[in-house]
């Protein structure tokens, strides 16, 4: 039995486009840089300055990534979920479950800090708390996430993957330079 994603969407906005690839962009090489740092017996040095770049990057991606969730909570608004088939709505739920982990992964990221959070050296934002309990619990969900977070990110492109050799071609509709071609989307 032959299972097709029929696909209602026939393009993306290009600022969809733009925010899904630069937070994949941002989410992978945080993800790869900080797993590398902690994982690997790397020179203090190389690792002060992956925490310093990787707090900064997610700190200045902040903002960034809560406007695509806004976005995608609007385009939800206009989807009947119950009418959708049951891969459409598997599709929804692993999206859903990739925007909760960053969602996370950022939250816990400021709350985990012990020390004021300085972005590039241009400014510094007030570490948000200073109990050692909080600090110690906040990092433990916030390395527990960013595990969850790369599964969640291996398997979405494991299923772009699956997706192209069944010939939809998910990745011309996340083209940049195609993006917003007969798209029907809001916030274009």
Partial sequence: MNIELKM???????QRVLLHW?????????LASGFYAAGIDVPAPIKHRVAFINVSLTTVFIPVFFWRLFIFAWHLRHMNVLASALMERL????HVLIYFTVS??????????????DVFGLFQIAQPLDDADLLALFTTVH???CGV??????LHVGAVIVHEARGHRILRRMSLRL???RS???FE
């Fill in 22 to 30: 630069i937070s994949a962009m941002v989410i992978v090489w945080t």
């Fill in 91 to 94: 599709v929804l739920l692993a």
């Fill in 104 to 117: 996370l992964v950022l939250i816990t990221g400021v709350l985990m800090m012990d020390r004021p959070i």
């Fill in 184 to 186: 029907n989307e809001r």
């Fill in 143 to 145: 390395v527990w996430a």
């Fill in 149 to 154: 977070l790369a599964a969640l990110i291996a």
């Fill in 8 to 14: 209602t969407v026939l393009g993306y906005s290009r």
């Fill in 179 to 181: 993006c917003g071609n």
